[in-house]
Nanobody, 116 residues
Framework: QVQLVESGGGLVQAGGSLRLSCAAS????????MAWYRQGPEKQRELLAA???????NYADSVKGRFTISRDNAKNTVYLQMNSLKPEDTAVYYC??????????WGQGTQVTVSS
């Protein structure tokens, strides 16, 4: 069992930066994949960035070069550093974890609003 809690969202001006955090608790040793998603109003949830236990990362083209996913294993926390934010980045951002039993876990989401 894994629980995820996102934090760090808020209101920021275009061109600014935010760092989102996702703290995992429970049987965190079972996690082999973590990712960040977002969902804007009237939009589908989209995958933004993912990281494996080995440290391999992948990014959506829309955020490549601006967002960075990282993991602090000592704190059981993953981060999403978001730079050069644009109004179109406005969305609810979600953390996802997948474990070795192929169960999926989702956080509650954190709102990011980018003003022009």
């Amino acid at each position: 069992q894994v629980q995820l809690v996102e934090s760090g969202g808020g209101l920021v001006q275009a061109g600014g930066s935010l760092r989102l955090s996702c703290a995992a608790s429970g049987i965190t040793s079972s996690i082999n994949f973590m990712a960040w998603y977002r969902q804007g109003p009237e939009k589908q949830r989209e995958l933004l960035a993912a990281i494996t236990n080995g440290g391999s990362t992948n990014y959506a083209d829309s955020v490549k070069g601006r967002f960075t996913i990282s993991r602090d294993n000592a704190k059981n926390t993953v981060y999403l550093q978001m730079n050069s934010l644009k109004p179109e980045d406005t969305a609810v951002y979600y953390c996802r974890a997948r474990d070795s039993y192929v169960y999926d876990y989702w956080g509650q989401g954190t709102q990011v609003t980018v003003s022009s």
